[in-house]
């Protein structure tokens, strides 16, 4: 069944790019050197003309022969180019972004408190007066009275 599908596939791919590669080949050769290679009549100018002994001497005439001969290797490296395309994902493309598209979130932004040096040196030494311990009163109340009692007692 994989086969018959991928055969259709192929198929399909085939006529179409035949026609579109051909509909624009043509126009476009026809609008540079006004050539039009699916016309008999043209064949027959350009056949009549290297039969009565033409050259073929300007740049113009050697690009129509070289564009002319390179069009089966444009044709065939655009088929194969045409079957690698994943087609049902390209027609998708579409409904997919339209339906999963979501709301855009603003990008967060942080605000630093930009503060100057010396407010920065004042919150260090406030943090570092914090940290140290803070010296009991009845230590200081106890080592005044030794001072006091040392003082007044006779020396000897």
């Known amino acids: ?12 791919i085939f006529v179409i790019w035949t ?5 624009l080949s043509n126009q476009l ?5 006004n050539f039009d ?7 027959n100018i350009l056949s009549t003309f290297w039969s009565q002994g033409g050259v073929i001497k300007t740049t113009s005439d050697v690009l129509l022969l070289m564009a002319l001969f390179l069009l089966p290797f444009v044709w065939l490296t655009g088929f194969i ?7 049902l994902k390209l027609l998708t493309a579409p409904f997919r972004i339209f339906c999963c598209r979501k709301p855009a979130e603003p990008e967060r ?3 630093k408190n930009i503060k100057s040096s010396q407010q ?17 009163k009845k230590a200081g109340n106890i080592r005044s009275k030794i ?8 020396k000897k």
């Open 1 to 12: 069944m994989k086969r018959i599908i991928k055969l259709i596939r192929a198929a399909l």
């Open 19 to 23: 026609v579109l590669f051909a509909f």
């Open 29 to 33: 050769i026809f609008l540079v050197w």
């Open 37 to 43: 290679f699916m016309s008999a009549h043209s064949w």
């Open 81 to 87: 180019f045409a079957l690698r395309k994943n087609y």
């Open 109 to 111: 932004i942080v605000i």
């Open 120 to 136: 920065m040196i004042e919150e260090i030494k406030n943090e570092i007066n914090s940290v140290k311990p803070e010296k009991s």
């Open 147 to 154: 001072k006091q009692t040392l003082a007044q007692k006779p």
